[in-house]
């Protein structure tokens, strides 16, 4: 058994386990259930096993303090999607998880006043404009839309480039390859271990909605209409997420089937193609090349104006 085949065995018999029981590498720690059918997916084909994914979200976070290292949302464990978790801290800096959902938000359920704010773990200040929050103690809340991610782990940089020209096509512009080099342990060196981290910031938002004062109450900077402006946009995120994600899932499948069946993914490229920094490089040193050449004539030009005349030259009613 090679060392990609232990670890894929590792991971499927965990993906086996009950869902409440499961952990993986992601913030939640589990596999979301809008994800769940395309991890699956990828976990069946030979060479390709998936080591942490997130669906996607929509979340309220409370920074941490700053005093200390300040928290991200994705560097910290949050909690169970849809709920509120007040107490839910996470890590020496207190950033805290206010509200998270992996699915749209139904802002209709909350047409009371003050619920939507309630809900997303603030309080229920209705249309009211707070005080404003001092910017350097504070500690702000955001609430940002992330799009899915998936970290895949394959046996080989051929399947690596395979996922990467799958995310690339599906719309996941920042994705990339690690890991494409050797490591070494105490038993010696270990075989590359490349990792195709699928994502992308295009879709992405982060807006800040409250503050937390000095007594830990968290309290509002825009009204609830704003608030619900902010879901209702994160709900059409959400839409262009599982767009994108079965578009990825198409683009795998077909580049494994051509690359079996002998085929070159070059070969979907026009004759013409380059990639797009050879292209810029090009193209600057093609303009570049042009102005020397329009300065070279404009020099030339210049030259000629001040030939002096010769006596047969001169122009009539000129004296010499």
């Given amino acids: 058994m090679t060392l990609f085949e232990g670890r894929k065995q590792k991971i499927l018999q965990q993906l086996g386990t009950p869902h409440a029981d499961y952990t993986d590498a992601s913030p939640k720690g589990s596999v979301d259930e809008d994800v769940r059918q395309l991890v699956d997916d990828i976990n069946g084909l030979d060479g390709f096993v998936t080591t942490s994914s997130c669906a996607g979200r929509v979340a309220v976070y409370l920074e941490g303090r700053r005093n200390g290292m300040e928290l991200e949302p994705s560097e910290t464990r949050e909690p169970s999607t849809g709920v509120n978790v007040q107490s839910s801290l996470a890590g020496k800096g207190g950033g805290q998880w206010l509200f998270v959902s992996h699915q749209p938000v139904d802002t209709a359920c909350y047409d009371q006043p003050g619920a939507l704010s309630s809900k997303m773990g603030l309080v229920a200040g209705?249309?009211?404009?707070?005080?404003?929050?001092?910017?350097?103690?504070?500690?702000?809340?955001?609430?940002?839309?992330?799009?899915?991610?998936?970290?895949?782990?394959?046996?080989?940089?051929?399947?690596?480039?395979?996922?990467?020209?799958?995310?690339?096509?599906?719309?996941?512009?920042?994705?990339?390859?690690?890991?494409?080099?050797?490591?070494?342990?105490?038993?010696?060196?270990?075989?590359?271990?490349?990792?195709?981290?699928?994502?992308?910031?295009?879709?992405?938002?982060?807006?800040?909605?409250?503050?937390?004062?000095?007594?830990?109450?968290?309290?509002?900077?825009?009204?609830?209409?704003?608030?619900?402006?902010?879901?209702?946009?994160?709900?059409?995120?959400?839409?262009?997420?599982?767009?994108?994600?079965?578009?990825?899932?198409?683009?795998?499948?077909?580049?494994?089937?051509?690359?079996?069946?002998g085929g070159d993914l070059t070969k979907q490229r026009p004759a013409d193609w380059e990639p797009a920094t050879e292209r810029k490089a090009r193209k600057r040193a093609e303009g570049l090349e042009r102005q020397r050449q329009s300065k070279g004539v404009a020099t030339a030009k210049h030259e000629n104006d001040h030939v002096m005349y010769g006596l047969n030259d001169m122009p009539i009613g000129v004296e010499v």
């Fill in 126 to 261: 209705g249309n009211s404009a707070p005080a404003a929050c001092n910017v350097a103690t504070g500690r702000f809340i955001h609430l940002k839309f992330e799009p899915m991610i998936l970290h895949i782990l394959t046996s080989s940089l051929d399947n690596a480039q395979y996922a990467l020209e799958a995310a690339m096509r599906a719309g996941f512009r920042e994705s990339g390859i690690s890991g494409v080099v050797p490591s070494s342990s105490s038993s010696g060196a270990l075989p590359p271990a490349p990792l195709v981290a699928v994502r992308t910031h295009g879709l992405a938002f982060d807006s800040i909605v409250a503050y937390q004062d000095a007594q830990g109450n968290n309290i509002p900077m825009v009204t609830e209409e704003y608030l619900r402006t902010l879901l209702t946009i994160a709900n059409q995120r959400f839409e262009l997420n599982a767009d994108r994600k079965a578009r990825f899932w198409t683009a795998l499948k077909q580049i494994l089937v051509k690359v079996a069946n």
